[in-house]
């Protein structure tokens, strides 16, 4: 990946969603036509540390966000989301 989130954002990669619950249930191609609410933090911004609380994220790490929340970019053909 060639860039940098600016400030308090994250750039997300989207978790590709399995096509079966664990339970065994197979998601219909109407639940797979939406992409996922969950990624891999592949970028972080230099704002992502808050001294009150100590939270830091870091690559790597799994994060969930809201359906509509970020800016989605395409870059080397590979979807991410930027979220603050």
Known sequence: MSFK??????AVKYVETEEKTES?????????KEKPQQG?????GKGCYDEKENIELSVGDM????KFSGTEVTVDKED????S
């Open 40 to 44: 891999e933090v592949v970028a972080v």
């Open 5 to 10: 989130p600016l400030g308090d954002r994250i």
């Open 80 to 83: 991410y989301i930027i979220v």
């Open 63 to 66: 994060v969930v966000f809201d």
């Open 24 to 32: 065994g249930i197979v998601l219909p191609d109407t639940a797979k």
